[in-house]
């Protein structure tokens, strides 16, 4: 190697058409293509191609790899050129604009390159075409005329003779490599943009598929509980539940009866009088105090867990209907008798259930129909979730408290009872003080009503007032009252409370 030079950065693509290489070498014996004789673009190209230039007539007749370069003084010139080498095996063509004192050409779009006023030419090549600068292209069309001839006519001809041991006769060329690469395309910000914007979108779809699916197991395990009674989800205050008409008419009907049990020992005054009290019929005046006592009633976790529970309330003497507290009148008025043993007017039950409450209004037993369960859907998942654990750690607190206690505290239960030795309505002495009469139950005969035959008026709106009063919780029906941001959340993300 007697002569080399390196040029990057300043080299345009304008035509890409039969590359050999995308990422690699493009080499070859450079020249200058000959021109048909007398053509005009010799005399005006004679200025920047020097007469002793390799031409293809100057090279080698075996069949090498060449590559061409020619000053672009105007478009028909070039086209003039390129018609040239179309006949050789050139594997790529070099232009560069005379004059032009840029350090790199003018991109592959300016109106420099246009032939016939278009760049049509640039896809109809049957080879690569690239733009130089014109201080790198008059640098190699200079080199080319210098190394152009045998070992007697270059630049240092004898010392390249004398280090590679040739002969004087043997001819030098220049040998050109055009590496070609396709540099890593640079993303915009929009593409990591994208790119953040569809990972987002994958954690999200995927989090809310998972949800989906744990949340469709626990509607499924909900339900089951549901139907086998172990849930109520009234009782609860998950989901407002009203009764079938048709099932509530299955309920039995009866003419009220009953008569005190003449054969007791009589009572002492104070007794009497309060049992007369006690028996006494209840007003208006008595509704919070009723209220109160019906609000007490409370089922136990065997209750809850149960379809038709037995009531905690006794339910031997129920002298009025603690819906409208009309008293019943004995072998006169008609009584609807529930499963769990309370009875009302049945014009007062039979809309309490359709209409208000599916639960007893003493004891909460539900009057469902056995196996039933309304739709379960997600809303009705998570309250019933967060009823449980609240449960649960309550039970827990009670559990800790008890433990914490020590040997006083079980003294102190032992000599006074649970609450500490306070006083209270339901200790023994009290009941052993106030004797009870002895009751007999109700003697109840059972009737049927002709279709259509109402026993009593409707009732009236301080009673439905008192329905509302009985069902004793106003629970959350639905997501009526979330925004529309919680109702898409709890949409997109059904796990989330």
Known sequence: MAYSARFAGNTTVLSTRYTATSNGVISGLLYVPDLPYGDSCIHETAPHVPLSV???????????????????????????????????????????????????PPPADSPDWYIDDSADWMAKT??????????????????????????????????????????????????TELAISSPPMAFSTWVYVLIIIGVLLTVVATTSLLMHLA??????????????????????????????????????????????????????????????????????????????????????????????????????????????????????????????????????????????????????????????CPKITNSMVRRERAVRRLRGRIEHDDDDRGQTQGWWGATKGRLFGAHGGSMSSTSTELQETQPKPKKRPPQRERVQLPPGDDPQTAPTAVTRERMRELAGFEPDYGEG???????????????FD
């Not at 080879?127 to 008059?138: K, T």
């Not at 959340?489 to 796990?495: A, D, E, K, L």
Request: net charge positive; charged share 20%.
């Open 126 to 175: 049957n080879y690569p075409v690239y733009a130089l600068s014109g201080m790198v292209g008059e640098v190699m069309m200079q080199h080319l005329s210098l190394y152009s001839g045998n070992m007697t006519e270059v630049p240092f001809g004898r010392n390249i003779s004398e280090r590679f041991l040739t002969d004087t006769g043997d001819y030098l060329r220049i040998w």
């Open 215 to 372: 949340q469709g197991r626990r509607r499924l395990s909900l339900r089951r509980r549901v139907v086998a009674g172990e849930v109520n989800l009234e009782a609860m205050g998950i989901k407002h539940l009203t009764v079938p008409l048709q099932h509530i008419q299955g309920f039995p009907l009866f003419t009220y009866h009953y008569e005190p049990d003449t054969s007791s020992p009589p009572l002492s005054p104070r007794s009497a009088k309060a049992t007369r009290s006690q028996t006494r019929t209840r007003s208006l005046d008595q509704t919070e105090s009723v209220t109160a006592v019906a609000r007490s009633a409370t089922v136990s976790e065997f209750g809850l867990g149960s379809q038709f529970a037995a009531s905690t309330a006794a339910t031997d003497y129920q002298p009025v209907c603690e819906i409208c507290l009309d008293p019943f009148e004995n072998r006169v008025t008609v009584i609807r008798e529930l499963p769990c043993g309370h009875i009302f007017h049945p014009e007062c039950i039979d809309e309490f259930l359709h209409e208000i409450s599916s639960l007893c209004p003493i004891c909460k037993t539900s009057m469902l129909p056995r196996g039933y």
């Open 481 to 495: 009252g979330l925004t529309l941001w919680k109702r898409v959340r709890t949409r997109v993300f059904p796990g």
């Open 54 to 104: 390799v031409r293809q007539a100057n090279l080698p007749p075996t069949n090498f790899h060449l590559i061409a370069i020619a000053p672009w003084v105007n478009g028909r010139c070039a086209d003039a050129y390129m018609d040239a080498a179309s006949t050789a095996p050139v594997r790529g063509f070099l232009f560069y604009m005379p004059g032009n004192a840029s350090a790199s």
